[in-house]
Structures are given as C-alpha cells and as structure tokens.
C-alpha cells in the first residue's frame, strides 16, 4: 500500500466513527510515523510503505477511533512555540492554558518591576 492509498484508508475508516478533521488527523499520524512533514505525504504520495509502517499506522487510526487523543498517539503537542511531549501520565496543553499562562508572566514582571532593588 502507497502513502496514498495509506490516507485514504486512516481517513475514510475516521470518517466512519466520526472523528473530527479526519483529512488533518491521518496525515498527522501518517507524518509522525515516517518523521516526515505533512507536505512531504504530497509529494511522495506513491511511496510505498513497508509492513511495519502501515501496520503502526492502521493502529494509531484505530486508537483515534476508540477516543484516544491526537496528542497522546504522537507524543507531541504544541504549547507557546514550543513542542512537548505528551502521553497518557500528563494533560493535554489547551490554548485557554496559554492566556493564563501570560497573564501569570505578566503579573510577575510587574511584580518584578516594584520591587526595591
């Protein structure tokens, strides 16, 4: 099986247990899993794919399938410009975290700014 043919398999099986995004999340894990960039799936879409590879992949699809993070799959998730790793032992960084977290940066230098020196 093609990387091609790969996608069409994650995203038509995400489709039918109702995964959001199912485009962006099998070519995600597709990516992750060849440590190649997303643009790269397009450009090698005929690129074949040795057993291992699409066996890991066909279970990553499964896992999204039964609920399973996105994050948790791939380990990775963003967070401030920075990428994290992440599994099952942590929480998911969300984007309401990072407002809190700039808020608290701002109030410490502020802090920082009265103090007598």
């Known amino acids: 099986m093609n990387i091609k043919e790969a996608l069409e398999y994650g995203i038509n099986l995400l489709k039918e247990n109702n995964v959001n995004e199912p485009i962006i999340k099998a070519r995600i894990i597709l990516a992750n899993i060849l440590n190649k960039s997303k643009e790269y799936l397009l450009i090698n879409?005929?690129?074949?794919?040795?057993?291992?590879?699409?066996?890991?992949f066909k279970s990553n699809i499964q896992k999204l399938?039964?609920?399973?993070?996105?994050?948790?799959?791939?380990?990775?998730?963003?967070?401030?410009?920075?990428?994290?790793?992440v599994d099952k032992n942590v929480l998911i960084p969300q984007p309401d975290t990072e407002i809190l977290v700039e808020e608290v940066i701002t109030l410490v230098e502020g802090l920082c700014l009265r103090r007598p020196t």
């Open 65 to 85: 399938c039964t609920g399973i993070p996105l994050q948790y799959i791939t380990n990775k998730q963003e967070f401030m410009g920075l990428e994290f790793y």
């Open 45 to 56: 879409e005929n690129e074949e794919l040795n057993d291992n590879l699409l066996n890991l």
